[in-house]
């Protein structure tokens, strides 16, 4: 039986200490106190990753990654840019130069054929409040709002399926070791997933049955993320309730 | 009109064996009892059982500040609104705020602020709102016990836990966490909130009558009664996962009563791999992967892969091969459209998601 | 700027939508199946009655609080009951603290018509002394997690709060001012109303409707239901219309609906034995 106690891990809270070897630095999650004690920030995981201690929080908004893939929803416009909801204590912002590409179609006529001119469409009209788009973040940091761009490969403006949303610190765990994860829900499920950094799923299904479990399924992910032998279960529980829902 | 059954106003806090009127002795806490994750709405989010006061705490943000002209540049807010319900206490409050609650709600944040980074989030505010569904005596101090927890649930980083007990006096003995009608009728009455790790004080009233020897045993029982509320938070807090693990246990007992062979699945492992910078212990190996790998492992049915995995990822280009890792998994889903669609319209969604071959 | 949270994604409307038009909705349930609704009473020790109700996710918690004081010049022997509902910001990312706007008004407003033209509270027994002194009923209905449908899990809470509620009982004194006689004693309920909301989206009508349908629906509609199967009190919100046809059968619908409920929730259970 592989993991009898390895199931309860330490789970250390805010002001706990959690390290006070003096070689040892404080990473992420952690600080070091004056009196030389690595205390931990939050309610999280305790890792020791070579000289560094971090903590890994169990909960908690997206901070913006430069290059992150994220899925973001229109709510606002402004005459010059679009806001978009990431997940993350910031709006994120799309220009629309780098929403559309530019034709040189609207750029005009040149000015020997006359006065005519195509009438410029405006870029802003483009999305709708509510619209989803799949983005990558361009720049961002602790005082600044990040900017996006939903031109590249695989991005742009989403068109069908469904996007859930879990903690932002549990995405890795959907996607699983060399994407083993994933690729379990994809062949058991038969259904196209993209991950995004910020904790928000797309999903698309061939039937809204196998759409609901999988959504149950990724919640379950979430909720026991902090658990080992995960894929055995997650594995072990599709099968099951495939069979009871008469699902193919 | 005074309502029928009137409140005892009497002086009377000891019973004849000496002890207080509940039973307790002089430097006895109150039952106390939390949980948190109990809205779920809320960012985090917890409810304190503290006597016969129940209180709930919710979390919302960090988030934009509403309105706009109260954000500051150089860090956050924190807005903290602590209401009582209107049948929380004995004669029905008016729903509308009061002063008092005013009042509480600031001597609250002020008792939270000292333990938040409220740097790391210029710009934003985080909202903790105080909801007490019944009140019995040091309901202030109780909100701060269930800010503290909710706060610490919502994943926002703090320096420590927050605890809030009260001492006071009543016919002249110094006491442990005033119940209601030694609030209302006794001589002194000292809510404080204490900051554990360094038991700092970080929010102190006091009213009534008591000597500087009387204060200084208050002090003392404050600090005994804070540290066992502290340790039913931490207890609550990790709680909340433990349960989860518990009862993962017994699905894999389960699993393993029906498949007999015990296949320890060496990917499951999450003690490993990554830098200080990426800092998730759930994050796999996925960034140290090539395009290669993640394919097969798609085609692949049983998704363990028994390689060891590598113990340091690179740590600059982590989040660029996790981006590109997971582009990788969309790829294989795409039916890439043959010509980048007429560049006034926005990249539609092909099969997968959109899109986007730029040409 | 709006509120993060009001803007529905596109996305998820159009799935809403699409599920909804093959009779199917986006928590598995059929078009006219409620939720499943926990309730619990009796646990706030200052309240003359408490109820703490789950409609699925949403919740609600209700406490009766009573005052006495002089009744309406046009009804002297009766007692009054009014029902408040608070929009309390813990519920959710979308309410602000503060007054409460034309929605809450409005939610208060319905649950509280529901139990009024019921024949539910005897009013006549909250009468102390014929227009000087009667009982008046305070029932504060306070959201603590908002997932949709927030009008039936009120109503619930409400008349769950006042089955469970025991008033002190009154007597006159030799001034002829009331006081306490010692006893307590429950409230005189009589029928039970339910309220059961229904929600449109095209064509689609469907019972019950949670968050994220709630976001997307282009209208609803309230029906109060008592144990005569008789609609007391309708109100349509929203800016959908309605045919007269869509309105009939959609009120015979909530009659069903509210006789199945009111059968599996056994609400009077929750009434305490009183001790005097």
């Known amino acids: 039986m592989s993991a009898e106690n390895k199931q309860i891990r330490e789970i250390v809270t805010p002001g706990q200490v959690i390290a006070s070897d003096p070689e040892l630095m404080a990473g992420r999650g952690a600080i070091r106190e004056a009196n030389g004690d690595i205390v931990s920030v939050f309610v999280g995981l305790k890792e020791i990753r070579g000289k560094y201690v971090n903590v890994v929080p169990l909960n908690g908004l997206y901070n913006p990654q430069i290059g992150d893939k994220v899925i973001g929803r229109v709510i606002a416009k402004t005459p010059v840019k679009f806001l978009l909801d990431i997940n993350s204590k910031f709006l994120g912002i799309l220009k629309p130069s780098d929403a559309f590409k530019r034709s040189h179609r609207t750029r005009g006529y040149p000015k020997t054929m006359g006065t005519y001119r195509l009438p410029r469409e405006n870029d802003m009209d483009k999305l709708k409040m509510g619209d989803m788009l799949i983005c990558k973040v361009l720049s961002g940091s602790r005082t600044e709002e990040p900017t996006l761009t939903s031109l590249g490969q695989e991005l742009g403006l989403i068109t069908e399926g469904l996007v859930i949303a879990i903690a932002s610190t549990k995405i890795p765990r959907v996607i699983g070791k060399k994407g083993s994860m994933i690729a379990l829900l994809k062949n058991l499920l038969h259904c196209k997933i993209f991950v995004a950094q910020n904790g928000r799923i797309w999903i698309h299904g061939r039937n809204p049955e196998s759409e609901r479990l999988l959504i149950e399924v990724i919640y379950k992910i979430e909720r026991e993320a902090h658990t080992t032998g995960l894929t055995d279960r997650v594995k072990a529980y599709i099968i099951k309730e495939k069979k009871n829902r008469g699902i193919k | 009109m005074p309502i029928l059954v009137p409140e005892p106003h009497d002086e009377v806090c000891f019973r004849e064996d000496g002890k207080r009127l509940d039973g307790r002795a002089v430097d006895e806490l109150r039952p106390f009892s939390c949980e948190v994750g109990v809205i779920k709405n809320a960012q985090g989010s917890a409810l304190v059982r503290h006597g016969k006061n129940l209180i709930y705490a919710a979390i919302y943000g960090p988030r934009e500040v509403h309105p706009r002209h109260l954000a500051r540049p150089d860090r956050g807010i924190l807005r903290v609104y602590y209401r009582m319900a209107t049948f929380s206490v004995h004669e029905r409050k008016s729903p509308a705020p009061n002063r008092r609650e005013n009042e509480i709600s600031k001597v609250i944040r002020e008792a939270l602020e000292p333990v938040l980074f409220l740097e790391a989030y210029p710009d934003s505010q985080i909202e903790v709102y105080i909801e007490v569904i019944a009140a019995d005596g040091g309901t202030r101090c109780a909100s701060t016990t269930a800010a503290s927890l909710a706060l610490a649930d919502a994943g926002i980083p703090m320096k420590s836990m927050v605890v809030g007990v009260a001492a006071g006096k009543a016919q002249g003995k110094v006491l442990l966490d005033l119940g209601d009608k030694e609030d209302k009728v006794g001589q002194a009455d000292i809510p404080c909130v204490v900051v554990m790790k360094d038991k700092s004080i970080s929010l102190l009233q006091f009213d009534g009558e008591m000597t500087l020897e009387e204060m200084k045993l208050g002090f003392e029982y404050v600090l005994k009664g804070a540290e066992i509320i502290y340790q039913k938070q931490l207890e609550a807090l990790r709680e909340k996962y433990n349960k989860i693990s518990r009862q993962a246990e017994i699905e894999d007992a389960e699993l393993s009563k029906e498949t007999p062979k015990e296949e320890k699945t060496a990917s499951e492992s999450t003690d490993t791999a990554v830098s200080p910078e990426s800092s998730d212990i759930f994050k796999s190996d996925v960034e140290a992967e090539s395009a290669e790998n993640t394919r097969s492992a798609e085609i692949n049915e049983t998704p363990e892969a028994s390689e060891t995995p590598s113990t340091e990822g690179s740590e600059t280009k982590t989040s660029q091969e996790d981006v590109s890792s997971v582009g990788k998994e969309a790829k294989e889903e795409n039916t890439l459209s043959e010509e980048s669609a007429p560049s006034e319209v926005p990249p539609q969604a092909g099969e997968d998601n959109p899109t986007g071959d730029d040409k | ?276």
């Open chain 3, 1 to 276: 700027m709006m509120d993060i949270n009001d803007v529905v994604s596109n996305l998820e409307r159009n799935y809403i939508l699409k599920l909804l038009k093959q009779g199917k909705r986006i928590d598995g349930r059929g078009l006219f199946e409620y939720r499943e609704v926990k309730i619990k009473t009796g646990f706030i020790p200052k309240a003359e009655g408490s109820a703490d109700v789950f409609l699925g996710d949403t919740r609600v918690m209700c406490g009766v609080k009573y005052d006495i004081g002089a009744p309406f010049s046009d009804n002297p022997d009766k007692g009054v009951c009014t029902v408040m509902t608070e929009y309390v910001p813990i519920a959710s990312p979308m309410f602000e603290p503060g007054r409460p706007d034309e929605v809450a008004i409005q939610l208060a407003r319905v649950v509280d018509r529901g139990i009024r033209h019921t024949n539910c509270i005897d009013y006549k027994k909250l009468c102390i002394k014929e227009g000087e002194y009667v009982y008046i009923l305070f029932v504060d209905c306070y959201m603590m997690d908002y997932f949709g449908n927030l009008t039936d899990a009120s109503a619930i809470a409400a008349i769950a709060a006042l089955l469970n509620t025991n008033l002190p009982g009154a007597k006159l004194n030799e001034k002829g001012e009331p006081e306490w006689d010692g006893t307590y004693a429950p409230l005189t309920i009589y029928e039970i109303p339910l309220s059961i909301s229904f929600g449109k989206v095209g064509d689609v009508i469907f019972v019950d409707p949670n968050l994220s349908e709630e976001m997307v629906l282009d209208g609803s509609i309230a029906f109060a239901v008592d144990e005569k199967k008789q609609v007391t009190s309708i109100q349509k919100y929203g800016s959908a219309t309605w045919t007269v046809n869509e309105i009939m059968e959609t009120s015979k619908k909530a009659i069903e609906i509210a006789d199945e409920l009111r059968a599996k929730l056994k609400l009077r259970q929750h009434v305490q034995q009183s001790n005097s």
